[in-house]
């Protein structure tokens, strides 16, 4: 690939997910080093989990999660692209290194940061956009498979669940997980590597 190459990425988050929160931040570190245009996505855990027999506190996060994610489509409906992943950036940097859990407030200074009109918070409490932030999930899932979570990452029609990484690399360090997950993903035969998890997310 020649450096006037540019590769379109697509990445969904859900704004609830500290996993997802890690892998964007690693993800701007590939941006800034690698010809790479990311497009930013909704892939609402909220809709994934419906249904599911869940335990109280994840359920209870569950609930309130439609809120974030709604808010993020809505914006994106009123206001393109170019707003998702400043939004993002803004909720997240509440919820997560911030740990605000107060969605409301989180999403009434977020959508002020950015410079979003304060009207877009209702959508919170609205299905007004839910079929948009179905239909974002789905074409996640429709290239991934059901058995995922966020984040999930495409790239020239190949899509991946991960990486789950603590604390977000940067540097070599970044780039050299970013040409490992596109040459994994880039084979056919490749499903799966895992282990379990035995830190939680670092944010720093």
Not at 71 to 85: D, N, R, Y
Not at 90 to 99: Q, S, V
Not at 138 to 156: E, M, S, W
């Amino acid at each position: 690939m020649t450096e006037t190459t540019r590769t379109p990425v697509d990445f969904w988050f859900d704004p609830l997910c500290p996993w997802a929160w890690m892998t964007s931040r690693w993800m701007g570190e590939v941006e800034q080093h690698r010809p790479v245009d990311v497009t930013w996505h909704v892939l609402s855990l909220s809709v994934l989990n419906e249904g599911r027999d869940l335990p109280d506190s994840y359920r209870d996060l569950m609930d309130r999660g439609w809120g974030p994610a709604r808010v993020v489509t809505a914006a994106l409906a009123a206001h393109g692209q170019e707003v998702v992943k400043p939004l993002y950036d803004a909720l997240g940097t509440r919820i997560h290194p911030g740990g605000n859990k107060d969605f409301p407030e989180v999403i009434r200074e977020a959508l002020a940061e950015v410079g979003l009109p304060a009207e877009l918070a209702a959508a919170a409490e609205t299905d007004a956009h839910d079929e948009a932030m179905r239909a974002s999930t789905q074409r996640a899932l429709d290239l991934v498979g059901d058995d995922v979570g966020v984040p999930v990452i495409a790239v020239n029609g190949r899509a991946f669940f991960g990486p789950v990484v603590s604390p977000a690399p940067k540097g070599e360090d970044a780039l050299r997980l970013w040409d490992g997950a596109l040459l994994l993903s880039g084979y056919d035969g490749f499903f799966e590597l895992k282990r379990s998890r035995d830190v939680d997310p670092i944010f720093d």
